[in-house]
C-alpha cells in the first residue's frame, strides 16, 4: 500500500514563503513522477507542479512559475514544493500525488493519471 504524507503547510503574509514536503511510502518511490495539487474553497482541485522520476523534467501552471519550485530527492523517498512570494490565491489544500505509471521521462498534469494522493496539507496567505 503507497502512502504520501504531506507537512509544511501553515499561514503566511503575502509575499512569504514555505516548503511543502511529501515522504512517500510502500513503493518504490523513485521509479514514479510526482505531482502537486491544490484544492481552494468552492473551486475544482487544479495541477500545481510535477516532476519526473528522474528529476529531470519539471512541468508549473502558469500561475506559479517563477515561484514556485518543485524537487524531489530519492535516498529519502520525498518530494518538495518550494513557494515564494505567495499570495492570497495560492490559499488551498495542497496534495501531493503519485503518478500511476513508472519511468516516465515526462510529467503530466491530467489528476486521472496519479494513483495514489496523500491527506493534504493546508497552506493560508493573509494579505
Known amino acids: 500500500q503507497v502512502q504520501l504524507v504531506e507537512s509544511g503547510g501553515g499561514l503566511v503574509q503575502a509575499g512569504g514563503s514555505l516548503r511543502l514536503s511529501c515522504a512517500a511510502s510502500?513503493?518504490?518511490?523513485?521509479?514514479?513522477?510526482m505531482g502537486w495539487f491544490r484544492q481552494a474553497p468552492g473551486k475544482a482541485r487544479e495541477f500545481v507542479a510535477a516532476?519526473?522520476?528522474?528529476?529531470?523534467?519539471?512541468d508549473y501552471r502558469e500561475s506559479v512559475k517563477g515561484r514556485f519550485t518543485i524537487s524531489r530527492d530519492n535516498d529519502k523517498n520525498t518530494v518538495y514544493l518550494q513557494m515564494n512570494s505567495l499570495n492570497a490565491e495560492d490559499t488551498a489544500v495542497y496534495y501531493c500525488?503519485?503518478?500511476?505509471?513508472?519511468?516516465?521521462?515526462?510529467?503530466?498534469?491530467?489528476?486521472?493519471?496519479?494513483?495514489?494522493w496523500g491527506q493534504g496539507t493546508q497552506v493560508t496567505v493573509s494579505s
Open positions: 500525488a503519485a503518478d500511476r505509471t513508472p519511468w516516465l521521462t515526462f510529467t503530466r498534469q491530467g489528476q486521472s493519471a496519479y494513483g495514489y
Open positions: 510502500g513503493r518504490t518511490f523513485s521509479n514514479y513522477a
Open positions: 516532476i519526473s522520476w528522474s528529476g529531470g523534467s519539471t
